[in-house]
T-cell receptor, first 118, second 115 residues
Framework: AQKITQTQPGMFVQEKEAVTLDCTYD???????LFWYKQPSSGEMIFLIY??????QNATEGRYSLNFQKARKSANLVISASQLGDSAMYFC???????????????FGSGTRLQVQP | DTEVTQTPKHLVMGMTNKKSLKCEQH?????MYWYKQKAKKPPELMFV???????INESVPSRFSPECPNSSLLNLHLHALQPEDSALYLC??????????????FGQGTRLTVV
């Protein structure tokens, strides 16, 4: 079963506007982490922001903020003041206990391709 | 230093070749990962090493053989690959702490083409 769901395959936003990328998740692990990564066409995965399951406040990192609604199991990424360089693929990921191994690993959603228009 | 270094960046190999992908980090992370990413798809977990021991193998074919010679290095040995194994191979590392979830840092990846 899909554990991380990103329902927006592609998004367009005008330069300088804000955009929200959606992410919902499913887990029975009480201690988990939610992450957003940016992947430009070059292929590198760039860490943007992290939210822990026990964190009381929404995470923020510069122009990035994470709208964490635990009861709804959603962790949407908000990018304020979009820039042309923000055009990339964005992945939501969850780090949780992996099956019965006692170890944690990241699983990724299908991604959202964001295009910032001038 | 928050860098994970992967070499080579690009690799073209024949189906009878043997090659290795290398990954290095000096952040003191004790968990290291290999992911495979096909075009227009999310990364898929292949292997996880924790304290230099293989802890997760996602039913990866034996033509992929991981190795963790020390806490800073992770290799992926390739032998008798198929064209469908062509993909971006990403290495990542993270801290390994009981009860604490931390971010994973990724390398730039190796773009592998099997001909």
């Amino acid at each position: 079963a899909q554990k991380i769901t990103q329902t927006q395959p592609g998004m367009f936003v005008q330069e300088k506007e804000a955009v929200t990328l959606d992410c919902t998740y499913d887990t029975s692990d009480p201690s988990y982490g939610l992450f957003w990564y940016k992947q430009p066409s070059s292929g590198e995965m760039i860490f943007l922001i992290y939210q822990g399951s026990y964190d009381q406040q929404n995470a923020t990192e510069g122009r990035y903020s994470l709208n964490f609604q635990k009861a709804r199991k959603s962790a949407n990424l908000v990018i304020s003041a979009s820039q042309l360089g923000d055009s990339a693929m964005y992945f939501c990921a969850m780090r949780e206990l992996y099956m019965d191994t006692g170890r944690r690993a990241l699983t990724f959603g299908s991604g959202t391709r964001l295009q910032v228009q001038p | 230093d928050t860098e994970v270094t992967q070499t080579p960046k690009h690799l073209v190999m024949g189906m009878t070749n043997k090659k290795s992908l290398k990954c290095e980090q000096h952040m003191g992370h004790r968990a290291m990962y290999w992911y495979k990413q096909k075009a227009k798809k999310p990364p898929e977990l292949m292997f996880v090493y924790s304290y230099e021991k293989l802890s997760i193998n996602e039913s990866v074919p034996s033509r992929f053989s991981p190795e963790c010679p020390n806490s800073s290095l992770l290799n992926l040995h390739l032998h008798a690959l198929q064209p469908e194994d062509s993909a971006l191979y990403l290495c990542a590392s993270s801290q390994e702490e009981v009860g604490r979830v931390t971010e994973a840092f990724f390398g730039q990846g190796t773009r592998l083409t099997v001909v």
